[in-house]
């Protein structure tokens, strides 16, 4: 894997860096593609990623086991999505939305477009660290144990969190049906009343 150009004017980097681009290269596509799943946006979530890789590359001194290289870039991931979301200025940039995302080849790109919709729209009703939980378990497989480990919080604690929050997806998914449902219900009857004759 090439290592990624990042666009830094740091002076300093750390000397080992070589044996940070072996831990990644293995983590590479899939906590990019973590990014853009959390943002929603290509562009945002390439320039969150290298911020994140470059806050790693600068503790990179810190991480005593190269075993855990993946829990703790993930942590540093989520902690730089946690600031910037925190920033009036990037939640207005910031669209929840993939349409920015290219089609695989061979799939669906109508499926594929709903399917995102659908997720996104679920997703945006979750705080920071709920829609990071989510994004690490469902679409990126992550264990019970893996997360535990990364949160430092009980397996039941993680069971907890992710179950509050499937709870907060499929209410807001059932608030949009519900409203769906009755603006087309309105509009039908409107549509009815306007089709019959004037009375004389």
């Given at each position: 894997?090439?290592?990624?150009?990042?666009?830094?004017?740091?002076?300093?980097?750390?000397?080992?860096?070589?044996?940070?681009?072996?831990?990644?290269?293995?983590?590479?596509?899939?906590?990019?593609?973590?990014?853009?799943?959390?943002?929603?946006?290509?562009?945002?979530?390439?320039?969150?990623?290298?911020?994140?890789?470059?806050?790693?590359?600068?503790?990179?001194?810190?991480?005593?086991?190269?075993?855990?290289?993946?829990?703790?870039?993930?942590?540093?991931?989520?902690?730089?999505?946690?600031?910037?979301?925190?920033?009036?200025?990037?939640?207005?940039?910031?669209?929840?939305?993939?349409?920015?995302?290219?089609?695989?080849?061979?799939?669906?790109?109508?499926?594929?477009?709903?399917?995102?919709?659908?997720?996104?729209?679920?997703?945006?009703?979750?705080?920071?660290?709920?829609?990071?939980?989510?994004?690490?378990?469902?679409?990126?497989?992550?264990?019970?144990?893996?997360?535990?480990?990364?949160y430092r919080r009980p397996p039941g604690t993680i069971k907890a969190r992710l179950a509050r929050s499937r709870r907060k997806m499929r209410r807001e998914i059932e608030r949009y049906l519900a409203r769906h449902e009755e603006t087309q219900t309105n509009g039908a009857a409107h549509a009815f009343s306007q089709s019959q004759p004037s009375p004389d």
């Amino acid at each position: 894997m090439p290592e990624p150009q990042l666009q830094t004017s740091e002076p300093f980097l750390p000397t080992n860096n070589h044996r940070f681009w072996e831990l990644l290269e293995p983590e590479h596509a899939r906590a990019e593609a973590f990014c853009r799943q959390l943002v929603g946006n290509r562009d945002e979530a390439d320039d969150l990623y290298q911020d994140g890789l470059l806050a790693a590359m600068r503790k990179f001194h810190t991480l005593k086991d190269p075993g855990y290289f993946r829990t703790w870039l993930y942590r540093i991931l989520i902690n730089r999505y946690r600031n910037r979301f925190r920033q009036p200025w990037w939640r207005r940039r910031v669209p929840l939305t993939s349409q920015s995302e290219s089609v695989e080849a061979g799939a669906d790109p109508t499926a594929l477009h709903t399917a995102r919709r659908w997720l996104n729209r679920a997703m945006a009703v979750l705080a920071v660290d709920e829609r990071a939980l989510v994004s690490l378990y469902e679409l990126e497989g992550w264990s019970i144990g893996d997360l535990s480990a990364m949160y430092r919080r009980p397996p039941g604690t993680i069971k907890a969190r992710l179950a509050r929050s499937r709870r907060k997806m499929r209410r807001e998914i059932e608030r949009y049906l519900a409203r769906h449902e009755e603006t087309q219900t309105n509009g039908a009857a409107h549509a009815f009343s306007q089709s019959q004759p004037s009375p004389d």
